[in-house]
């Protein structure tokens, strides 16, 4: 919105600012951590009022956690309102990608703040049954998989590429849509699963959404897709705007949710951050280079596919129990020892993934 008063400036002073991306990403970052910190404790007060016993705990679950009892969830409104102020304050609004991602953000809000509203209301655990919540979780990645196909570059359109071997496009026509369906409803479900201790989730989507908010503004500069050798895709670079506010948010939303959590983001949160980056990715035309920058988030994806396949054929677990992280909490691991070495992790992967930029 603020990038309407460009039309003030006679292409110079301070109204000129507005132009750069890089000076409206700044104040996108600044707008969302003042909001984090603003809007976090009366927010909190108000959903540890209306929620009475907090999030319901998994009975089934680490002992350690029956302490967390009467923690308010959904604080995951609180990072969605700093992105969706700050994009829209920041951001050009009549860019194509920005409103797919906003989109998807949104979208997957909504099914995660039904499913925390019918486990606090009912203090269940099950929530909304997964059919449901995939089955609108694959509607709305249809919808966002088939808008960014549209916008991209004709020579791009429908295809997937690859990191690394960058001179290769493979033509998926319309099977496209249901790969890059998969990839935002992955990535959603993947944060969802991690999200399971005191600022575990939170900041591995700062750190993959940050990097790929810069591949997404590298993308969107033909000077810098010619020296950095990737496939030119025109008005991705305002994503950066959107990864600003994402880090932004994720900052204010982390002074919170740091152990020991004041509140959990909840499926509200950890939905729509995860819908975000899988949006992001297929918007940019990096989803498998998603695979490495949110390595984490697969390894504990991957650990509960494994752990449910490997006992339903032998009656045995792989992992004391999953998703990975718990696995960790009952050998004995301290949570604030595995939170800081999942971040660790998270930010290796990421610099890989940046990496991949350069690689020929």
């Given at each position: 919105m603020l990038y309407w008063l460009t039309e003030l400036s006679d292409g110079g002073g301070a109204f000129n600012l507005f132009r750069y991306i890089?000076?409206?990403?700044?104040?996108?970052?600044?707008?969302?951590?003042?909001?984090?910190?603003?809007?976090?404790?009366?927010?909190?007060n108000v959903l540890r009022l209306r929620?009475?016993?907090?999030?319901?705990?998994?009975?089934?679950?680490?002992?350690?956690h029956f302490t967390k009892a009467g923690t308010p969830t959904m604080g995951g409104l609180l990072i969605v309102g700093?992105?969706?102020?700050?994009?829209?304050?920041?951001?050009?609004?009549?860019?194509?990608?920005?409103?797919?991602?906003?989109?998807?953000?949104?979208?997957?809000?909504?099914?995660?703040?039904?499913?925390?509203?019918?486990?606090?209301s009912k203090q269940n655990a099950a929530g909304l049954s997964s059919k449901m919540r995939l089955l609108l979780g694959f509607v709305i990645a249809a919808i966002a998989s088939t808008w960014?196909?549209?916008?991209?570059?004709?020579?791009?359109?429908?295809?997937?590429?690859?990191?690394?071997?960058?001179?290769?496009?493979?033509?998926?026509?319309?099977?496209?849509?249901?790969?890059?369906?998969?990839?935002?409803?992955?990535?959603?479900?993947?944060?969802?699963?991690?999200?399971?201790?005191?600022?575990?989730?939170?900041?591995?989507?700062m750190i993959a959404g940050g990097t790929l908010g810069i591949i997404a503004y590298a993308v969107g500069r033909v000077d810098f897709t010619e020296y950095l050798d990737v496939h030119y895709v025109p008005g991705t670079g305002e994503i950066l705007?959107?990864?600003?506010?994402?880090?932004g948010g994720g900052l204010g939303f982390l002074w919170y949710n740091a152990p020991p959590a004041a509140v959990f983001m909840g499926d509200t949160g950890s939905l729509a951050l995860g819908g975000a980056l899988g949006a992001i990715a297929v918007a940019t035309k990096h989803e498998i280079v998603l695979a490495i920058v949110g390595g984490l988030f697969v390894v504990e994806a991957l650990s509960v596919i494994i752990q449910v396949l490997y006992?339903?054929?032998?009656?045995?677990?792989?992992?004391?129990m999953a998703p990975i992280h718990h696995h960790?909490?009952?050998?004995?691991?301290?949570?604030?020892?595995?939170?800081?070495r999942f971040w660790i992790i998270a930010l290796i992967l990421a610099l890989i993934g940046l990496a991949t930029l350069k690689v020929r």
């Open positions: 890089t000076f409206r990403a700044g104040g996108a970052f600044l707008t969302a951590l003042l909001f984090g910190f603003l809007f976090g404790p009366p927010l909190i929620q009475g016993k907090g999030q319901p705990i998994r009975t089934d679950g680490p002992e350690t700093a992105l969706l102020s700050s994009t829209i304050l920041w951001a050009r609004l009549d860019n194509p990608f920005v409103w797919m991602v906003l989109f998807v953000t949104m979208a997957y809000a909504a099914i995660g703040f039904a499913d925390d509203y019918a486990k606090v960014a196909a549209f916008y991209h570059p004709p020579d791009l359109s429908w295809n997937l590429a690859l990191p690394v071997f960058k001179n290769t496009l493979i033509h998926l026509g319309w099977f496209f849509v249901p790969f890059a369906m998969i990839v935002i409803v992955g990535a959603a479900n993947a944060v969802n699963l991690t999200d399971g201790l005191d600022g575990l989730a939170i900041m591995p989507v705007i959107f990864s600003a506010a994402l880090f006992f339903k054929r032998t009656g045995k677990r792989v992992f004391l960790y909490e009952k050998k004995g691991w301290a949570e604030p020892q595995i939170v800081i």
